[in-house]
Structure formats: structure tokens, C-alpha cells
């Protein structure tokens, strides 16, 4: 792959989505103790309901300190239409004491010490960075970015953690932190899981996809 084809890649979204507008597509939050919580909570599931839970979730568990000392059953009701609720809200709750017991309440700023957290894992850790501390440390990689990687060519990885490190060697670091909204938008947009919209697609001339799926 020309060295050319991610810059131009990342060109091409940036000119079709704008980030600064997109809010109502991503996960709503405050301050990091919300986007932390938020993250855990929308694995196998949409923003748009975890945008809907936390409403209730934060108004009653406004901090760590409150959330560390919740009844389980009561968060579950709470997030129960997120899936994985008992899981969740085990993680939720250990991930609010950890944060209380060893870091006076406050969320780290690292990735190496996010991971070490219930329920956190690089996409979840990258997020919290980049959005919580306006900073790019890696890229993280959901559903979205990892389909759009393999239709692209820019990774034939599966794991989530090797399709990162290869679309780090790819972009530049100053891009990072953009990659994840841009491709989660078109993947909703135009990349879906079933019929993408290839022939709309803004990437298609670039898309190792769509030129298998042409000279079908």
C-alpha cells in the first residue's frame, strides 16, 4: 500500500464528516469519571443507549466515590437495556473503587494504568485518553475501525490489538485521535456490516472491498 492511500483515506472522511458537529453520534459525557463509565458500558451495544442509561445512572452515582459504594441490583436496573448488565455493573462499581482507593477519586490519564481497571481494556483506555484528556496515545479500535481496517486493506489482523498496531505504523500520530469518530461514522453511514453502500462510498476508489466486489 502507497504510504499516500491512509493520509488520503483520512482526507476524504474528514472532508465528508465533521467531528466538531457529531456529538449527538457518540457517547455523551462531563468530565472522564462519565466517559470511562460510558465506554465500559457500550460494549455490544449502541451510544445511543448508553447516552439514555447514563442519564439516570449519573444523576444518582454523580461520582467514584458514590458509584464505589452502589448495591449491584440497583445499578442493574439502571443499565439493564445495555446488555450484560451484571457484568457491567460488577465493572462499573470495582472500576469506582479502584479509582477511589488508589487514585483519590480521579481517573488516570495513562493507558498502562486505565487497562488495569474492571472492564477496561485499549479501546476503552484510548477513548478515555483521547476524549477525557484531549490526547492520542494510540487508536482505538471497536467494531467499526476494525471492519473498515480489513475492507480497506489497512489491516488482515482480527484482534482488535494488532489491527491498532498496524493503523498506527499507517497514520500519523497527529490524526490519531480523529480516526476512530471518522471511521465509526462511515461505518454507520456507508460501511455498514450488510450491504455497504459501496457506490456511494467516498473510499471506493481506494477500497480493496468494493474492487472485489465491482468485478463480481
Known amino acids: 500500500m502507497s504510504s499516500s492511500v491512509p493520509c488520503t483515506i483520512y482526507r476524504l472522511l474528514s472532508t465528508e464528516y465533521d467531528l466538531t458537529s457529531s456529538e449527538d453520534e457518540f457517547l455523551h459525557f462531563e468530565n472522564p469519571y462519565q466517559i470511562l463509565i460510558a465506554t465500559i458500558l457500550s460494549a ?3 451510544d445511543r443507549t448508553v447516552n439514555l442509561v447514563t ?3 449519573f444523576a444518582r452515582y454523580p461520582d467514584p466515590v458514590s458509584l464505589s459504594t452502589a448495591r449491584q441490583q440497583d445499578v442493574e436496573k439502571i443499565i439493564h437495556r445495555t446488555g450484560f448488565y451484571r457484568a457491567k455493573s460488577r465493572n462499573i462499581i470495582a472500576a469506582a473503587q479502584v479509582l477511589v482507593n488508589l487514585y483519590g477519586g480521579e481517573v488516570p490519564d495513562e493507558i498502562n494504568k486505565l487497562i488495569e481497571l474492571p472492564g477496561v481494556g485499549r479501546k476503552t483506555a484510548n477513548i478515555v485518553v483521547h476524549h477525557a ?10 467494531t467499526h475501525v476494525g471492519r473498515l481496517s480489513g475492507r480497506l486493506g489497512l ?3 482480527s484482534n482488535p490489538d ?3 498496531q498496524d493503523l498506527l505504523k499507517l497514520f500519523p500520530k ?14 454507520r453511514k456507508v460501511c455498514r456490516a450488510r450491504k455497504p453502500s459501496c457506490s456511494c462510498c467516498v473510499l471506493s476508489s481506494l477500497c480493496r472491498y468494493a474492487a472485489l466486489n465491482t468485478l463480481q
Do not use: C, M, P, Y
Open 155 to 157: 489491516s488482515d489482523e
Open 44 to 46: 455490544q451495544t449502541t
Open 133 to 142: 484528556f484531549d490526547r492520542a496515545d494510540g487508536i482505538a479500535v471497536d
Open 55 to 57: 442519564k439516570d445512572l
Open 174 to 187: 497527529k490524526i490519531w485521535g480523529d480516526i476512530n469518530g471518522l471511521f465509526i461514522l462511515h461505518g
Open 162 to 164: 494488532r489491527i491498532e
